[in-house]
């Protein structure tokens, strides 16, 4: 019964090749098997192939029928290839200078991220962070020198907002302390 697993992987992975599943799409993955990284099983002969120009597997030890296909950059998008694509590794795509991405502009359908172009700071505003890979520019207003002090008054008078502020949060404890009476009493009921 040992040969029936490696025969039914096998049989998955044609498969799911065939209807164009990748490894993440299958339940059984790429199972255990002769081929190392940067081939693929290949069914008709028997053995492992290198996997052809454009195409990567990253997986181990695998029975893989298939290779992926290398990212491309979108140039439209403002992307540029930062690693090529090799038998063993994908391409590592990213933003071109005066560009940036982040996790929340990706789009999980095709696993592509938007570019977008680095901030500068305007006049009257200075340079807090730099542009990065994955941060925009942070810039911040300039800070004016006062030119003239003035000295606030002394009163013995309490500003009514603060009073009316201490009055709203005592009320709101005293709710809170009550509700959470009633919910510990009848806890224990």
């Not at 140039?75 to 930062?82: A, F, I, R, T, Y």
């Not at 500068?120 to 941060?135: A, I, N």
């Amino acid at each position: 019964m040992k040969t029936s697993l490696p025969i039914a992987s096998l049989l998955s992975s044609v498969l799911l090749s065939a209807l164009g599943c990748t490894l993440k799409d299958s339940p059984f993955g790429c199972l255990s098997g002769p081929c190392q990284a940067g081939e693929y099983f290949n069914i008709t002969t028997k053995y492992c192939q290198p996997c052809p120009e454009g195409t990567y597997q990253a997986a181990d030890r695998h029975n893989c029928t298939y290779c992926r296909s290398c990212s491309k950059a979108n140039v439209l998008n403002n992307e540029v290839v930062q690693f090529n694509c090799t038998r063993t590794t994908d391409a590592k795509i990213g933003c071109r200078k005066k560009y940036w991405r982040t996790v929340e502009n990706q789009n999980p359908l095709h696993n592509e991220y938007s570019c977008w172009q680095c901030t500068k700071c305007k006049g009257g505003e200075k340079l807090v962070k730099r542009c990065t890979e994955s941060e925009n520019t942070e810039c911040a207003p300039l800070e004016t020198k006062p030119t003239t002090l003035t000295t606030p008054k002394q009163s013995d008078e309490r500003p009514i907002a603060n009073s009316s502020a201490r009055y709203m949060c005592y009320i709101l404890l005293f709710i809170s302390a009550i509700v959470c009476l009633a919910y510990f009493l009848r806890a224990r009921i």
